[in-house]
């Protein structure tokens, strides 16, 4: 009887093509699933103000970008030449969330100094990730602690520190 002679390699090839993209396909997988699932937590952006010296309105709003809070700047110039503006901030629904945003922009002459937000909410739902938006562009996000509070006083260009409990 003659032997059937098979193609070198072509069904040994397949089959471990098949395994090496089923592997793959599960390390990919399980790179994208493994953070959630352990609960690993990135840290927000860094502040970026930009020219925020005519700014008017500023807002809290989820990544969804719904709105949550919102408040008008106040503007006054102290005793160095520095811009300082707050906001008081208001939820439209009227919830009981507590908040402000304040803004200190250096005088023209004081080119060692950088801009700084400081932003202090109370009442916002815990362990969640908000945006800090200015004039309808977003300038920097942070996450509530446990208590849904976030406090932090920061210069153009740094990170937020995690908040406590998390």
């Known amino acids: 009887m003659a032997e059937r002679s098979r193609p070198t390699g072509t069904v040994d090839e397949r089959t471990l093509l098949a395994v090496i993209a089923v592997l793959c396909g599960l390390l990919v997988t399980g790179g994208v699933i493994v953070p959630y699932l352990v609960g690993a937590r990135s840290s927000p952006p ?13 807002e809290i ?49 004081r080119p ?32 509530t602690d446990d208590r849904g509070s976030f406090d932090m006083e920061l210069q153009e260009g740094e990170l937020p520190a995690p908040p406590a409990g998390l």
């Open 112 to 143: 060692n100094r950088r801009a700084e937000l400081e932003v202090d909410v109370m009442g916002l739902p815990a362990r969640a990730t908000f945006q800090v938006v200015i004039d309808d562009r977003v300038v920097g996000s942070f996450k």
């Open 46 to 58: 860094a502040v970026t103000l930009g020219d925020v010296s005519d700014a008017h309105i500023v």
């Open 61 to 109: 709003r989820d990544l969804r970008g719904a709105t949550l809070l919102s408040g008008e700047f106040r503007s006054r110039v102290d005793a160095l030449g520095n811009v300082e503006k707050d906001a008081a901030l208001a939820d439209p629904k009227g919830r009981r969330i507590i908040g402000e945003v304040e803004l200190e922009i250096p005088a023209p002459g």
